[in-house]
């Protein structure tokens, strides 16, 4: 039988290879096989890669986000809670520092419910789930721990390589890859509260609108899917960028429309990447990232997070362009609202809420040396 299933996905690795696409119900077919763990490791592996190399269809990480949220999800229900979400597929070619996770605390700080969707690193430094951890805020807990941060802090992550959300595979098939593939998208959609809208990056221009068009496929009603670039460089990134133009597609209105931005279009300079660098250690990203969210950051990195929060604003309607939406986080931040709401979902997203608190003193007398 195990034979026989390697052989049939073998015909469907080869389809990919010759490039011909999967409708929908083939890829949900095909990747319930993966995360089931039924077909050899190696055939996995190829399944994956082939479909990278051909380049993915909105039908096929369609596919991929149905096996993925029926078979591998711990779902939550916020009622008529209006959550969004700030989620980047990471595998980009140019490494930043945390920049969506800071913008999820601005934006949760400015009155959005954000309920995040993430994973620990696999190609960088510190990924959204590492920083977290740093912060004090609790990674593995259930699900149902995380929705009552959303409700009452405005904010909580779902760790995406955790079995407390994702209880079959994810975190295993995510562990083992380094490069990014359809997997990555399926995954990053496959959010246990299903929002609505969401600000999404993804780590190639190329995939802005199958992305886009997936979303629409599953229910989203407002989206922003965005790729930042470097001026003069190939290098790109899974967040808007200070560094160059950011270009991206909004859903709205069940349609889907370009777009791209320059920093200027929103009164910031162009910022020289290096300052956006990612850190060479977590403890010194998390420091940094505290001194931030105190309004003690360099205006590099906080230029990256008012803007990216700024686009969270916008396509959560809370303003009615850009500009403001930068103006908004900017004064968020200078306010002290960042840093309560960093302290809140440190309290709220916790076990052992003492424990994330002395975690997140200790950074705050680090960022205080510095």
């Not at 802005?208 to 496929?217: K, S």
């Not at 909004?250 to 300079?269: A, E, V």
């Not at 505290?290 to 950051?297: C, F, I, K, T, V």
């Not at 590099?300 to 939406?325: H, I, K, P, Q, Y």
């Amino acid at each position: 039988m195990e034979w026989e299933k390697n052989r049939e996905f073998g015909r469907t690795i080869g389809r990919l290879i010759n490039h011909r696409h999967l409708d929908q119900e083939e890829a949900y077919a095909a990747f319930s096989l993966v995360l089931n763990d039924e077909v050899s490791e190696m055939q996995q592996g190829a399944f994956l890669a082939a479909l990278t190399a051909k380049g993915e269809t909105a039908a096929e990480v369609a596919g991929g986000w149905k096996a993925v949220y029926e078979l591998d999800t711990n779902k939550v229900d916020f009622g008529d809670l209006p959550i969004v979400d700030n989620c980047g597929t990471g595998m980009d070619s140019f490494k930043t520092f945390n920049i969506s996770t800071a913008a999820s605390v601005v934006a949760a700080a400015a009155g959005l419910a954000v309920a995040r969707h993430g994973a620990r690193a696999i190609t960088s430094s510190c990924g959204t789930v590492d920083m977290a951890e740093r912060l004090g805020v609790d990674v593995e807990c259930p699900v149902e721990v995380v929705a009552a941060s959303v409700r009452t802090a405005g904010l909580g992550l779902f760790n995406g390589m955790s079995p407390a959300v994702h209880p079959i595979a994810l975190g295993r098939i995510l562990s083992q890859i380094a490069f990014g593939s359809p997997l990555n998208i399926a995954a990053s959609l496959a959010h246990p509260a299903m929002p609505r809208v969401a600000l999404r990056g993804v780590y190639d221009r190329s995939l802005l609108m199958p992305v886009a068009e997936t979303m629409r496929t599953i229910g989203y009603t407002d989206a922003l899917v965005v790729h930042g670039t470097i001026a003069g460089s190939s290098l790109g990134m899974d967040e808007a960028s200070v560094c160059g133009t950011t270009y991206g597609v909004w859903l709205k209105d069940g349609r889907i429309t370009s777009h791209l931005w320059q920093p200027s279009d929103c009164g910031l300079q162009l910022h020289d990447p290096a300052g956006l660098r990612a850190d060479s250690d977590p403890e010194t990203a998390a420091v940094r990232m505290y001194r931030l969210l105190a309004g003690r950051g360099s205006a590099a990195r906080t230029d990256a997070v008012v803007l990216n929060s700024g686009l969270l604003l916008l396509v959560s309607d809370t303003v009615n362009n850009l500009e403001d939406g930068v103006a908004l986080a900017r004064a968020t931040i200078q306010s002290g609202a960042a840093l309560a709401t960093l302290e809140s979902w440190v309290r709220n997203q916790n076990r052992d809420p003492e424990q994330g608190l002395a975690r997140l003193n200790n950074l705050q007398r680090e960022a205080g040396r510095q």
